[in-house]
């Protein structure tokens, strides 16, 4: 069978030339359409009713509830415990950037260092990872438990009986001791992340710096931590954006309490909602959230945008 | 019945021309190379008559039939990539399959064509391979064996030996001029800017300008056969892209013109005769002079006609010939290439001795003044 | 000087790397010993302690109870969510990688944007939404806030994956008789196979331990995901410690049995989906 048996006719030809130009133009909408719908329904329509919500007062009951205009935001503006929250998710970011960053830099450089069961090593820091919030949550809460904890069990074990406190159940404690569980959870996350950096670090630099007569400790300081800058921003932007809408661990392991010693805006807006049956005002809290996350996401990123164009 | 044709064709992206009245016609079985520049836009052709690039204006014809607007898998084409394009998640087979399986060819016809290709090919042990597994010279390989189970009308090549080392990269000239031996009544059309693959390989030069001169001039400089292309350029952008080193341009002024040819002085004095038609212009015309370094020889002691005299700078012996470099000024190169070793030269200007009908003239605009005798019937002195 | 103190020497490095290794582990080895204590154990013996008899009691009660159910669930979500993830987001990235239209980058840049979006501001409407459209408790209704909460990662590391795919093989394919459809179907989905790992690993892993939508969108015992078992057992058992952190201990097994067959590729598809996020 030669090829010009089987090759088609000039109005064959037309047809299907015609076929493909149709199947070219209805493609980007076959193809992009489920996406396009999921997002509408499931992301921006509740988006977009969640601050139609803010402007109104509703307990759930009924259809829609009254409109109140600026009734929500204005006590919103006035509400302290919902700054109180806005601020506790403010230092979950800020100590979470001061504790975790650190230690996870010096388990990166342990790591990259220690070329012998680092593997094995990384694989093992990688598992509270894998853990959801909720079991997290209660493993912690038994942890710290004040009467049957292994915690204040060992420090009285060790005659540091005045040491033992309430972890959770202390208002001064209560977010010290969730942002402890945080890290422990979050900071193999970082370290792998800084891991890699310092694999891509040009050993030929560690070479011709060793050559130069430079110890370790100086290639530390001087090669290896600025070449850490880039990745640094990174996690201090995710750290940033996770804080602000943390919620999990802190819900199962204190609620927000006690005396909402470590409530968030996340929580905060959980139990109006779904406590208090203020369906509006809990609306209110979430767009709120939404916008701070949204105006954190674009100031960050403008200033890393300047950084990266600097360096 | 497959030759191509193809009539004041333009292209362009947005606003800038790519190619511009490009007028060509390729003949059943011919071996036709595009040759040019980066940028020239020989790719953007090739693909246009693949149907991948759109045809901005003007006709594209394979076997007389119309084809702008037809299907790149009708157009009885088929194309090597330059990076091969195998489908990595695909077998050897596989890959040469797809094509067939996809025009819904039967399965025993399927594997059939591919053992047959496969065999002429000597790829049969790899049959089972991934893309991955295969070296570069399989690879290629592979992807001709895909043109060649689709039986095309036209088998296209996209600089297809640019990622080869340069050994394996002889050995696949070859084989492609054996294919195209195996398969006299498919033409075949090369992409190259490698002039060496080009002056082998084919039986048509097509070459291409990239540039400003491209709207003024036409995307096409020249196209005919390669040693037409090379002893007889239609203009300095042939006459230069051709050859290496590329030809001497010296300023002269023309002397007097006849039916015979004519003569020319160069700004140092010398006084060489040129046979080309130059009866339209008036004497004293600034002109340029062309002159590959390989037809310059160094003249014997006492030789006064038809010579040129220049100092020599520098000199590079590669064993085989030696370059002669004979301007002070980088840009505008003078190269004489010799056959000899060359260890030592005197001091101050060494006479060359051109061949009249070695030599070339341009006028002011770049075009070359009509050449007397016959390319084909030139004698070689 | 800070730095003068932080010395990496031969020593610190091991002691370091194993300082960390206990901090890491001691929790879960104080999960694993305490829920094959007894009860009364727990308030007899030092916290520390081994357990007396390593037995499995409180596991098989809790196996006994409804963690299968739990388990099941949890399969039957994430397996047709992730699978729709995949189909979704592969669609939709390889149109904003390779097929012109207008407003592609436009919408590219919609999408990603759709990647800060709390999941809190979308609740109280979905959760209305659910119960109008009469999903309210069950399986079902996690699956749409899954998939689409899912999609604007999933897509953003799609298409930068399907922006490498060369050119020329899409250009092969058009020669070999494929339109777009075909081209998506038997050339960027195959090749994309990396990428769609790293997203099904991701996803799948965030979503198994999800736990918001879980506990707003369900309400039954039949019908919750395992994340909720814990919770679900820890208001059951309240006192009942070695019972709960078998609990624990069952709802994290399934993703350590996955994580003990593909380490790597789990590290790196976590990595991967949560820098992108």
Redesign the interface.
Known sequence: MSSAEIAPTESGHRQSSRRFRRAQKVAPFVFLAPAVLLLLVFLLYPLVSSFRLSFVSWNGLGDGGDFVGFQNWVRLAHDTLFWRSALHNILLAVFSVVVQLPIAVVLAVVLDEASKGSRILKILYFLPLLMSSVALGVLFKNIYDPNFGPINGILSELGLYSWTQDWLGDPRLALASVIAVVSWQYIPFYMVLFLAALSSFPREITEAARLDGASGRTIFWRLKLPHLQGTFRTAALLVLIGSMRYFDLIYVMTGGGPENASEVMATYMYRTVFASFELGYGSTIASAMFFIIMAISIVSLRVSQRFETEV | MTSITLNNVEKSFGKVTVLHDIDLMIEDGEFCVFLGPSGCGKSTLL?MI???ETVTSGDLRIGG?RMN??????R????V???Y?????MSVYENMA??LK??K?PKD?IAKRVQIAAKTLQIEPLLERRPKELSGGQRQRVAIG?AIV????VFLFDEPLSNLDAALRVHMRTEIANLHRDFPHASMIYVTHDQTEAMALADKIVLLRSGEDVLTKGSIAQSGSPLELYHRPKNRFVAGFLGSPSMNFLPVTLVNANTEGATVRLASGEIIDVPVDARTLSAGAPLTLGVRPEHMVPAPPGTDTQVIRKVVHSIENFGEHSYLYLSDTPDEPCIAKVADDVLETAEGPVAFRVRPSACHLFDANGDALPYLADATSRTFA | MAHRSFKLSRLSIPVLGLFWLAVTTLPFLFVVFTSMKTLQETYTNPVWALPESFSLDNYIRVIEGSYLTYLRNSAFVITISVILIVIVSSMAAYALARLKFRFNTALFGLIVAGMIVPLHVTLVPVYLMTRAMGLYDTLFALIGPYVATSLPVSIFILTEFMRQVPRELEEAALLDGCGPFKIFAKIFFPLSTPGISTVAIYNGIMLWNEFVFAYVLTSSPETRTLPLAVWEFQGQYAADIPTILAVVTLSTLPLIIVYAIGQERIVNGMMAGSLKG
């Open positions: 693909r693949a149907g991948i039939e607007d037809v299907l790149p898998s009708e009885r084409v088929a194309m990539f330059q990076n394009a195998l489908y990595p998640h797809f094509g996809q025009a060819t016809e895909r689709r039986q095309p009308a």
